[in-house]
């Protein structure tokens, strides 16, 4: 099936008013908008979704699909936020969402404080989590699996693999390194009932950029 492409019309864009990517992202929590959202600096395309959290540092977005739903959630650092726009098709989105019978999903006590925080937030919500880890080439890559614990300078995941198998041990990944954390998608939730109860983890093996 051909990828769908649409204009994007210049007038169709409505940029947030407040002075420097913080504001604007309050302003798009507080007017409950769909919104996209670029990190040119870490990948290129946007984020689609809702502004559900904001810190000083970090904002929680739920996430919505192509297929106007909700499908889970991502924190990213305010840093590295480039553009807030309000969604060109936000008539549609709004519409489309309703029809589905999709609300607003809110995470109320949701940390947003440091990444460890975020990680112990999001795997109080559901069995797996995404680390998004820097890199070079790729933007960012994904490690998804059940969060053990953190040490003074990395969350400890132990790492689930594509075919819902538990890797035997844990892996350190370093705060540094963390682009961002997503968790509760469609796509994890069905791979944690897959693969079931982990097995006891052997040590922890590092993981840097």
Known sequence: MATIKHHRDSSNIVQFRGRGVRAQLREALDARAPVQLARE??????????????????CLVAEVSDAMHFDGFVVIAVSDVSAVEQDPGREFVEKALQLNAATLPELPGFRLDDWQAIAESAAAQTPLVSLN?????????????????????????????????????????????????????????????????????????????
């Open 133 to 209: 880890m820097l890199d070079e080439e790729d933007g960012e890559v994904s490690y998804i699996g059940r969060l053990t614990g953190a040490e003074h300078d990395a969350l400890v995941l132990q790492e689930v693999d594509p075919n819902a198998h538990w890797y035997p041990d844990t892996g350190a990944y370093e705060f540094a390194s963390i682009g961002s954390i997503g968790f509760g998608t469609a796509y994890m939730l069905l791979l944690a009932r897959i693969a079931g109860m982990p097995p006891a983890a052997a040590p922890t093996s590092e993981f840097s950029a």
């Open 41 to 58: 600096r870490i990948a290129p395309g946007w984020i689609h979704g809702y502004i559900i959290g904001l810190s000083a540092e970090f």
